[in-house]
């Protein structure tokens, strides 16, 4: 059973490396679903698992200078409250309660479909955002907007550990249309460091960490997405995208149904 978590951890890690999408999206739900891991630990597993990869990430980030603070800091001032209170909601009604992991279970599936639409539409939101300047955000409009969808974000990814990737980086793009494709990244990546290591620390707390799991997982992961960084160029990015696209909805539709 291990060498299997050391390959999906590895499986897991090629396609975010490829593709750029959160590992969330990927890892949360292929624990619920092939090896029944209740959605309380794959979550709070995950998101363990996700403060030490992006931590590399933004500090790889921040060498080349992509990393745009400013955006970071509006974004953490709505994102870490969120994710405080999300845990001490958790804490309250129980986050290894059955009834409330069936609720995580689906919010899971909500946060998967939202990947996807995110995946499918960013493209075309952009650019449909850089033909029409005069609808873009400026000002305290941007800035109170920025802090409202980090608090979104907070409390998605506290609750289903998915958000941080191509879903923030979504919201991003279409706050930030003049952005760079490095510095979205960057920025998104960031920003996810301070927030995923709150809410591990707060499953943590709640109890639902499988640290064995969590160790494996790495082993299996870091090769992958140092592979996946590599391969990225090799394969059509839209064909990526699309498959991934079509799988995460068909797990989505597994997880609801």
């Known amino acids: 059973m291990l060498m299997t978590y050391v390959g999906s951890g590895f499986a897991v890690g090629l396609l975010v490396g490829m593709t750029g999408v959160g590992g969330g999206s990927l890892m949360t739900p292929l624990l619920t679903l092939l090896f029944g891991v209740s959605p309380s630990v794959a979550v709070g597993t995950d998101l363990a698992f996700a403060s030490v990869t992006k931590s590399a990430g933004a500090f790889t980030h921040r060498l080349r200078g992509t990393v745009h603070w400013d955006i970071v800091r509006r974004l953490c001032i709505g994102a870490l409250p969120a994710a405080v209170l999300a845990t001490l909601a958790l804490k309250h009604y129980g986050a290894l309660d059955q009834r409330i992991g ?44 920025t802090i409202a969808a980090g608090a979104l974000l907070g409390t998605l990814v506290t609750v289903s550990s998915i958000g941080a990737g191509a879903i923030g980086a979504t919201l991003l793009v279409m706050l930030y249309p003049q952005l760079e494709s490095a510095e979205v990244a960057g920025t998104d990546i960031a920003y996810a460091v301070p927030l995923t290591a709150i809410a591990a620390f707060g499953h943590w707390w709640l109890g639902s960490i499988d640290w064995t799991l969590l160790a494996t997982l790495l082993v299996g992961s870091l090769p992958g997405i140092t592979l996946g960084s590599w391969a990225a160029r090799a394969v059509p990015e839209r064909f990526l995208r699309a498959l991934l696209a079509m799988t995460l909805t068909g797990v989505a539709v597994k997880l609801l149904y």
């Open 102 to 145: 069936q609720l995580i279970r689906y919010s899971i599936a909500a946060s998967v479909l939202l990947t996807v639409v995110a995946l499918l539409f960013k493209g075309k939101m952009l650019a449909w955002l850089n033909a029409h300047p005069e609808r873009q955000l400026r000002g305290r409009a941007l800035t109170a907007t």
